[in-house]
């Protein structure tokens, strides 16, 4: 779900993922065709503005 957030915040984001988990390096490149609602994508920004 991050990945897919980080994604969606701006067009020109490079995502670089480490994993030493050979499930989780076939699950990454899900997040690029992860559908997240409006209302998480507001929550997730609003929580990065809250730190």
Known sequence: MA???LLRRSTNILL???TSS????Q?????ASLAL???ALARL???TRAE
Request: hydrophobic share 40%; net charge negative.
């Open 22 to 25: 050979p499930a989780h390096l």
């Open 37 to 39: 609602p409006a209302s």
């Open 27 to 31: 699950e990454n490149p899900g997040s």
């Open 45 to 47: 920004d609003g929580w």
């Open 3 to 5: 990945l897919a957030w």
């Open 16 to 18: 670089i993922p480490g």
